[in-house]
T-cell receptor, first 114, second 114 residues
Framework: DTGVSQDPRHKITKRGQNVTFRCDPI?????LYWYRQTLGQGPEFLTY????????KSRLLSDRFSAERPKGSFSTLEIQRTEQGDSAMYLC????????????FGQGTRLTVV | GDSVTQMEGPVTLSEEAFLTINCTYT??????LFWYVQYPGEGLQLLLK?????DKGSNKGFEATYRKETTSFHLEKGSVQVSDSAVYFC?????????????FGKGTRLHILP
């Protein structure tokens, strides 16, 4: 297993366009998390899944954001009608469902909205 | 809700100096505690963890002890190296609360001078 992978690594888009990011977690991990990180800040929780079920969605996630995890494997995060304030690093992580093991993070997708 | 507070950076030290990065937390349950590190241009990776009170996590010369009485998890290293320059994040996850998302502090940037 090569760890958590995210695609693309970088995305530049024009304001108003839609973007979609993909995350492939470590295969045996049931939990999958999405975070957003801006410069000089820690990762901010966006949403997470237990298998295919979305358990929680942060208030940070406006209606323009949607995430899915079909079949409990990979996940996608879509941002509709992007705004400049959406520019950030989007991080995906996965972990086992025992609450004590650590989460493993991907390299992230850096989004720049121009 | 649960939260993590860590000392603000940047912290600048000379090589071989002693390092302490303070971290305190607020949690309603019994969290697991983590220190993650982000080296320049790389993703988040686990540095060490502790899952119950009085546990000591250690890795690469770094240590942190889970102190329930002071709700703290301070990171220490006896002799830092230039290669330790990175951003360090304290984090918690509370499985006993169904909501076991991982909460991060804002991060502390560490610069080690040769």
């Amino acid at each position: 297993d090569t760890g958590v992978s995210q695609d693309p690594r970088h995305k530049i888009t024009k304001r108003g366009q839609n973007v979609t990011f993909r995350c492939d977690p470590i295969s045996e991990h049931n939990r999958l998390y999405w975070y957003r990180q801006t410069l000089g800040q820690g990762p901010e929780f966006l949403t997470y899944f237990q298998n295919e079920a979305q358990l929680e969605k942060s208030r940070l996630l406006s209606d323009r954001f949607s995430a899915e995890r079909p079949k409990g494997s990979f996940s996608t995060l879509e941002i509709q009608r992007t705004e400049q304030g959406d520019s950030a690093m989007y991080l995906c992580a996965s972990r086992e469902t025992d609450g004590v093991t650590e989460a493993f993070f991907g390299q992230g997708t850096r989004l720049t909205v121009v | 809700g649960d939260s993590v507070t860590q000392m603000e950076g940047p912290v600048t030290l000379s090589e071989e100096a002693f390092l302490t990065i303070n971290c305190t937390y607020t949690a309603t349950g019994y969290p697991s505690l983590f220190w993650y590190v982000q080296y320049p241009g790389e993703g988040l990776q686990l540095l060490l963890k502790a899952t119950k009170a009085d546990d000591k996590g250690s890795n690469k010369g770094f240590e942190a002890t889970y102190r329930k009485e002071t709700t703290s998890f301070h990171l220490e290293k006896g002799s830092v190296q230039v290669s330790d320059s990175a951003v360090y994040f304290c984090a918690l996850s509370d499985l006993r609360d169904r909501d076991d998302k991982i909460i991060f502090g804002k991060g502390t940037r560490l610069h080690i001078l040769p």
